[in-house]
């Protein structure tokens, strides 16, 4: 438990390193893939659970020196009139920087990635809302017209990923540009990723079949009826898989733009990640990321909180109680981030980006950064106090050796 404590501290202390490098010039560090992300794979989707739910499309994600693929899944929006915007891996020259996604009443920029089921580069054509419910559109979402009754049929051209490139921009990627409309879409008030979405992220993490040096891009669990659920009968395998890009790409301008420049077509920034070294046979493995400047670090741009095992005390009872205290912390510190998140982006609302306001926008971002680092460190003293309590029980009721038995001779 020693172990994992100094772990989760070294973690988080190189989160706030990013912070302070942020704070002096207004760049932080981010994570930058030297390999583009695999292709799409094709598979088809699980059948809507239930009323309420909104699709929200498959991607590779990168971790553990490699990439894994998140499975597409059903979602229950946290509000109603709200809507997904998928995330997007950007290329930036040879780098390749992920964007979050996020909830907010208007569809924003996705890079133009052709997810299929809807989003077919801009905006979202698999539902909208309606006087409070939310009606599917029946010939992009699979949906039981005997459970939910709330349908549509609009045909849409592209209801196929025939583009299966899972980035914009870099060489190869897809050229597309944000709209005005996507523009203001992401400078309005957003939620991140609930918490179901976050626990999906993990577990797609944590299961060696979803990383691309195992499944070659062909991942056995495509998609799921609703997050986490990794096994049943709501489950997707890939029908067909995607390339897996194993050498960077060749470029005839890798150094033609400065490092300094961020400019890219959405208002999303990239979230910095820290990523576990471990070691590798596994030639096939993109190489291990570099760091390069990105934009300042805000609630939005700190990497999901990782889920710590209680202590294993050998009582079932207490092992329980120490899990529920673990989950009603980690529920507390996502609803502490999505607050300041909302603070921080409501912020930037009453603050445009324009040549005037420069002087606010930097003693905004300064203060942004010192909530978000603070928030930092108050979520790390809770996690330690948790586990500082948890372990003197954990050490009393672990099976104790017989000293009292003679040892073999």
């Not at 583009?163 to 409309?181: D, F, H, K, L, P």
């Not at 029908?239 to 790409?249: D, F, L, Q, Y």
């Amino acid at each position: 438990m020693r172990f994992i404590l100094s772990i989760r501290s070294l973690f988080f202390a190189l989160v706030l390193l990013a912070i302070s490098a942020a704070s002096s010039a207004q760049f932080g560090v981010g994570i930058s893939i030297g390999i583009a992300p695999p292709e799409l794979p094709i598979y088809e989707q699980p059948i809507c659970p239930q009323d309420g739910y909104i699709w929200t499309p498959g991607y590779w994600a990168y971790g553990d020196e490699d990439y894994y693929w998140v499975p597409g899944t059903w979602v229950m929006a946290p509000q109603v009139g709200y809507l997904w915007t998928p995330g997007y891996w950007g290329g930036d020259g040879d780098d390749y920087i992920f964007h979050q996604g996020y909830w907010g009443t208007e569809v924003g920029f996705y890079g133009g990635i052709s997810y299929g089921y809807g989003y077919f580069g801009h905006g979202y054509e698999g539902g909208r809302w309606d006087n409070g419910h939310f009606d599917y559109n029946q010939s992009v979402s699979n949906v039981n017209v005997n459970v939910i009754h709330n349908v549509y049929n609009t045909r849409v051209e592209n209801n196929t990923t025939i583009n299966r490139v899972s980035y914009n921009g870099g060489n190869g990627g897809v050229q597309a540009r944000a709209t005005s409309q996507e523009e203001t879409a992401g400078r309005q008030r957003h939620i991140a990723p609930v918490a179901a979405q976050t626990e999906h992220v993990q577990s797609a993490r944590a299961n060696p079949e979803l990383r691309a040096s195992a499944n070659h891009g062909k991942p056995p669990i495509a998609a799921t009826a609703k997050p986490g659920a990794f096994r049943g009968s709501g489950v997707v395998a890939a029908r067909e898989g995607g390339t897996v890009h194993t050498t960077p790409a060749a470029s005839a301008n890798n150094n033609a733009r400065p490092k300094s420049e961020t400019a890219r077509p959405n208002t999303e920034t990239s979230r910095p990640a820290v990523q576990s070294s471990r070691p590798s046979v596994d030639t096939n493995r993109p190489p291990a990321e570099t760091t390069r400047p990105s934009p300042v670090v805000h609630a939005r741009d700190l990497p999901p909180p990782e889920r710590i095992a209680a202590p294993n005390t050998g009582n079932a009872r207490q092992d329980r109680r120490y899990q529920q205290q673990q989950q009603k912390l980690q529920t507390h510190q996502v609803n502490d981030r999505q607050k300041l998140q909302t603070r921080q982006e409501q912020d930037h609302q009453r603050v445009p980006q324009t040549p005037a306001n420069q002087p606010r926008q930097q003693q905004m971002e300064q203060q942004h950064q010192q909530q978000t680092q603070q928030l930092v460190q108050k979520h790390t003293q809770q996690q330690q106090q948790l586990q500082q309590r948890q372990q003197p029980a954990a050490r009393q009721n672990a099976p104790r050796q017989d000293k009292s038995k003679p040892a073999d001779h």
